[in-house]
T-cell receptor, first 116, second 113 residues
Framework: DADVTQTPRNRITKTGKRIMLECSQT?????MYWYRQDPGLGLQLIYY???????NKGEISDGYSVSRQAQAKFSLSLESAIPNQTALYFC???????????????FGPGTRLTVT | QKEVEQNSGPLSVPEGAIASLNCTYS??????FFWYRQYSGKSPELIMS????GDKEDGRFTAQLNKASQYVSLLIRDSQPSDSATYLC?????????????FGKGTLLTVNP
């Protein structure tokens, strides 16, 4: 089974609808991230969480919210979807190994979201 | 704003050749550097991490880091058509941006049979 899973994998929704993207991981990592990727713009950080009680805004958090329900689960919500939120969304996880700095991030398979 | 710059390409090399991918970054305090490979429509896959100046080799891949020049590169030896993908350079932030990665926009590599 995959270490980082995302649901749904594809979603088409209409402008104004609320939508939730979910991410689950079995890696035991504390840190979880949400990114969006647009063609030619690279990966942009939306939100990140270092544990259940620690949630932080990234570069492009406007129009998004998140919930860290458990160490293994991190959800991204679009409260009122708009067409320019059409993108590929990735969840990622990372951990800090004892005695070694390690910021490697591991990505889920992604959710392709289309807002019409 | 911290930046990571890559040549967008496409970089085209013949099968068996060495592909050289380059990346520069603006945050002098960064200590951790990563290369990800991303096939079209798929998620980024970590292929190399480097933390110290110099070279780090893993199979056909060699990462090179020069912190004084704020430059990191990835060499792919004996390039194969399966190496055709977009390669993303990622740099860990320093100070208050610890634990966050800034990604370059990626270089598209095409390996021609």
């Amino acid at each position: 089974d995959a270490d980082v899973t995302q649901t749904p994998r594809n979603r088409i929704t209409k402008t104004g609808k609320r939508i939730m993207l979910e991410c689950s991981q079995t890696k035991g990592h504390d840190r979880m991230y949400w990114y969006r990727q647009d063609p030619g713009l690279g990966l942009q950080l939306i939100y990140y969480s270092f544990d259940v009680k620690d949630i932080n805004k990234g570069e492009i958090s406007d129009g998004y919210s998140v919930s860290r329900q458990a160490q293994a689960k991190f959800s991204l919500s679009l409260e009122s979807a708009i067409p320019n939120q059409t993108a590929l969304y990735f969840c990622a996880t990372s951990d800090l190994y004892e005695c070694r700095r390690n910021y490697e991030q591991y990505f889920g398979p992604g959710t392709r979201l289309t807002v019409t | 704003q911290k930046e990571v710059e890559q040549n967008s390409g496409p970089l085209s090399v013949p099968e068996g050749a060495i592909a050289s991918l380059n990346c520069t970054y603006s945050d002098r305090g960064s200590q951790s550097f990563f290369w990800y490979r991303q096939y079209s429509g798929k998620s980024p896959e970590l292929i190399m991490s480097i933390y110290s100046n110099g070279d780090k080799e893993d199979g056909r891949f060699t990462a090179q880091l020069n912190k004084a020049s704020q430059y990191v590169s990835l060499l792919i030896r004996d390039s194969q058509p399966s190496d055709s993908a977009t390669y993303l350079c990622a740099v860990e932030g320093s100070g208050g941006s610890n634990y966050k990665l800034t990604f370059g926009k990626g270089t598209l590599l095409t390996v021609n049979p």
